[in-house]
């Protein structure tokens, strides 16, 4: 049986410090302050548009993506404008079946375990350069810049 709702925990766990209550006054006085949530070079927080879904921006982008090339989800997320990575990971995920899911790749130009296999021969079809002795793809070499229109 669980613990009830309001039930004490344990003693041992219950006194161990946590956070910036674990330090004293001194130790917490010494730590400086913590900086805004975002780095300059990250930009203002992406927000989804009224009444748009992800896979809106997502689909037409990844189908765009030509033969032999990739993106990675990260550069999906900014194309796109709104997002992250992470976002972009679970459209793929649920739609992948309908998009050249092969063409957008970790930001080492790896994928999941699972899919490399058929990634592979994806990839052997479309030209996609590998890095030598491993499965992911070169970046380096087969990176798009995005679609015209995304550049201005």
Do not use: F
Not at 20 to 43: F, T, W, Y
Not at 54 to 59: E, L, M, Q, S, T
Not at 102 to 115: C, F, H, K, N, T
């Amino acid at each position: 049986m669980g613990r009830r709702c309001g039930a004490r925990r344990p003693h041992a766990v219950r006194d161990l410090p946590v956070g910036r209550a674990a330090a004293g006054p001194a130790q917490r006085a010494a730590r400086p302050a913590r900086g805004p949530p975002l780095s300059p070079q990250a930009g203002p927080r992406r927000q989804r548009p009224p009444g748009r879904a992800y896979i809106d921006d997502v689909g037409p982008l990844v189908l765009a993506i030509p033969e032999g090339m990739a993106l990675t989800y990260g550069d999906v997320a900014e194309l796109t404008g709104w997002g992250a990575a992470r976002a972009v990971g679970a459209v793929m995920s649920q739609h992948g079946h309908e998009l050249p899911w092969w063409r957008v790749v970790r930001a080492d130009g790896s994928l999941p375990e699972g899919l490399t296999p058929r990634a592979m021969i994806h990839w052997a079809d479309e030209g996609h350069p590998l890095v030598l002795g491993t499965s992911r793809l070169d970046l380096a070499r087969c990176r798009w810049d995005g679609p015209e229109d995304a550049a201005g």
